[in-house]
Every structure is written in C-alpha cells, then in structure tokens.
C-alpha cells in the first residue's frame, strides 16, 4: 500500500494562486503485533522505541506467560489477547496476523517484544510496502555486524547456514531469513495461507517459502538492524536450534518437491492469485 496516494488529476483552474501547493495523501494504517511469552523484563524498554506517531495499533498476544507481561500490556494501554493454552510462537503468529487484519491493517510489523531488535528502525522497514515496491521486509542482522551485539558463534555459523541453503532453493540473495522483526502488507497476508502452517518457530521459513511458492519473490527486501543478546533477552536454546534448523531443512525439500511437482503440498497453493 503507497505511504502517498496523490489524486486523481483535475482540470485547470481559472485562478492559480487557489489550486493547493500539496495534494492529500492517504497513509497506510500501521499495526505492530507482538508474539509474547515472558516478555515482562523487556516489554516497556520494547515499547519505548516504537515509533508511535505512525502507528495505528500495537497488539501483544499473550501465550499463557508466567510472569507479568500481560499487567504490563495493559499499564502500557495495548491490545492484548490472551491465549487460553499455549500455542507456540507460529500459534502466536497466527492469532496476530488475524488480528491485525481484523484491525484494517494495511501495514503488519511482527516484533519480538524482546528487546533484541531495533524497534526505531521501523519507518525504514515500512518504507518499501507504503510505496508499494515490496510485500514482505526483512530486517536482518547480518547487513551488519551480529557478533558485535553479541550473537553466539553457534547461531551465527547455524545462521549463516541455513540461509545459505535457503537462497539457492528460493533463489534469493537475502542475507538473513531468521528474524524477529519483519513487515508484511495486507495484500501478501490476505494471500498466503499462513493458518496452515507449523504452531512453532518454522512458521518463519514455511511463510517466506509460501511467498515464494505464490510468486511474490522479487517483492521481498530487507534493511540492516541491530540486535542485542543479554540475560533478559529470550533466545532458544543449542538443542532447539537443532530442532528448528532440521525443521527448515524440511521446509526447503518441501517447496523443491513441490517446485518440481513431484509432490504438491496444499501449504504452498496461494489462496488467491498475486497481483
């Protein structure tokens, strides 16, 4: 969705000087959604760098946490959904794409509200979608430098990996598919069908392999972002990074199956035809 729509051209006027200098714009109705489980150490600190003069809502859902992350929610005056049991974070997900749809988004950030990511770089994340170049941003950590914000070498080399596998199956050149902070355009949700996919944390990968499989890859971009790794942070642990990358790995045989047509998967039929 533009950040500018300029109007329709009219005729011209006899008198000039009262034709308006600048025409009205439409801005595109932003909505952050944060998938939220233990966030109380980090939440306010999270909070505190959003931008809020462009955004519409802020929606936290809470999935069953065990400290006090939901009062801190409400103090902070956001929107917060309570899961009734938990559903991990692709569950989470899912519950935060249908809300902020449901909210009129034109515009949907996922942020992690960890503290991990840089929320002030968020105008630049937004900038391709409002203009309408790209559907789906990515704000990567390794446009610069994530072992100087402490990442461990293990997940920097599994990183790097990983992403190495995934741009030669999708035929990207992104430098960075595992992030907590991206943006996505109504269009590209309303598209892919994000509810099929995994309740824990390879939902990520299975919905960029969907935007692939949906031809939607030339819309995706990325911009550098700092990230944090402290005691307060929440981070998964080495045996559920082995867990998720054997996951993704899954992921990539699924879609080149799929590719191939050797065996179809309904996970990547796009629910309607891309523009």
């Not at 729509?5 to 006899?14: F, I, K, M, Q």
């Not at 991990?116 to 704000?139: E, F, K, N, V």
């Not at 699924?254 to 179809?264: D, I, K, P, S, T």
């Amino acid at each position: 969705m533009p950040m500018t729509v300029p109007l329709p051209d009219r005729p011209a006027l006899l008198y000039p000087s009262t034709v308006p200098t600048t025409e009205p714009t439409v801005t595109p109705r932003l909505v952050i959604v944060m998938p939220a489980y233990n966030a109380a150490r980090t939440l306010e600190r999270t909070y505190a760098d959003i931008p809020h003069d462009l955004v519409h809502r802020i929606i936290l859902v809470d999935d069953v946490s065990r400290d006090q992350t939901v009062e801190i929610a409400h103090q902070l005056g956001l929107d917060v959904i309570i899961h009734s049991q938990n559903r991990g974070y692709g569950g989470n997900q899912k519950t935060c794409y249908d809300a902020a749809l449901a909210a009129g988004a034109d515009i949907v950030v996922m942020l992690h509200p960890d503290y991990q990511y840089d929320a002030t770089r968020i105008p630049a994340l937004i900038a391709p979608i409002a203009d309408g170049s790209h559907d789906l941003m990515l704000g990567s950590r390794f446009l610069g430098d994530p072992r100087a914000g402490g990442m461990p070498i293990w997940k920097f080399v599994s990183n790097r990996s990983l992403t190495t596998v995934e741009n030669f199956a999708f035929g990207l050149h992104l430098s960075e598919y595992h992030t907590g902070l991206r943006a996505y355009s109504r269009h590209l949700l309303e598209t892919i069908p994000f509810q099929l996919n995994s309740d824990d944390f390879v939902f990520d990968q299975e919905l960029i392999a969907q935007v692939v499989a949906a031809g939607m890859a030339p819309r995706i971009g990325e911009i550098g972002v700092p990230t944090r790794y402290f005691d307060e942070a929440s981070s998964v642990g080495f045996r559920r990074s082995v867990v998720y990358g054997l996951s993704t790995l899954r992921v990539v045989a699924r879609y080149l199956l799929h590719r191939l047509r050797v065996r179809r998967s309904p996970k990547l039929a796009a629910r309607r035809r891309p523009d």
